[in-house]
């Protein structure tokens, strides 16, 4: 069954730094969506995309983050100047449609640790 | 706003007996979508099972089963015959029936299964 695949599953940066989160989608997937779980918390809602332009985002997605997909299969998340309170694993997921109940296929996550 | 509320952190439940997870939400939406993700030690969201709120019969996936109360917007999950494998985060999630809100998730209900 095609999966949705994240990459690095565990990355550790500093306060500060640039990161950089890579997801491979399902194939036929046109909806991509970022979500983020700060440990011991609920599953945030961040960014979804489609048609190559954010299609929603929440409050917590600020400047700081961008997302792209920079090559037709790709899906980047991007966090310019990473603060401590940006720990948290990260998931990429995907959809055939937007609602309609179309289920969200969601990738192992990137467990991101900022020091 | 939409809101899934989980009322219990934790459950625990004894290998080969049945278990029910609670979900209550609120919505204004007369059409949406209901779901409920595994999210086992590996850390990937698996889709469990999915209700359509217009439809009155209580969808059922092997082991896995739902009561839902659309007046009362409670949501809640059963396993039966509950297994080892079955350990993990519960997550119960809406979707509107359209649009572009993105799926809304509750806090989780971590389930150990006791051999």
């Known amino acids: 069954e095609p999966e949705v695949t994240q990459t690095p599953s565990h990355q550790v940066t500093q306060m500060g730094q640039e990161v950089i989160l890579r997801c491979v989608p399902i194939s036929n997937h046109l909806y991509f969506y970022w979500y983020r779980q700060i440990l011991g918390q609920k599953v945030e809602f961040l960014v979804s995309?489609?048609?190559?332009?954010?299609?929603?985002k929440s409050e917590i997605f600020d400047d700081q983050f961008s997302v792209e997909r920079p090559d037709g299969s790709n899906f980047t998340l991007k966090i310019r100047s990473t603060k401590l309170e940006d720990s948290a694993m990260y998931f990429c997921?995907?959809?055939?449609?937007?609602?309609?109940?179309?289920?969200?296929?969601f990738g192992n996550g990137t467990r991101l640790t900022v020091t | 706003a939409q809101t899934v509320t989980q009322s219990q952190p934790e459950m625990s439940v004894q290998e080969a007996e049945t278990v029910t997870l609670s979900c209550t939400y609120d919505?204004?939406?007369?059409?949406?979508?209901l779901f409920w993700y595994k999210q086992p030690p590996s850390r990937q969201m698996i889709l469990v099972i999915r209700?359509?709120?217009?439809?009155?019969q209580n969808a059922t996936e092997n082991r896995f089963s739902v009561n839902f109360q659309k007046a009362a917007k409670s949501f809640s999950l059963k396993i039966s015959d509950s297994q080892l494998g079955d350990a993990a985060m519960y997550f119960c999630a809406y979707s509107p029936h359209s649009g572009n809100t993105p799926l809304v998730f509750g806090k989780g209900t971590r389930l150990s299964v006791i051999a």
């Open positions: 209700q359509e709120a217009y439809k009155q």
């Open positions: 919505t204004s939406e007369s059409d949406y979508y």
């Open positions: 997921a995907s959809s055939e449609r937007q609602g309609l109940g179309s289920p969200l296929h």
């Open positions: 995309f489609y048609n190559n332009e954010i299609s929603e």
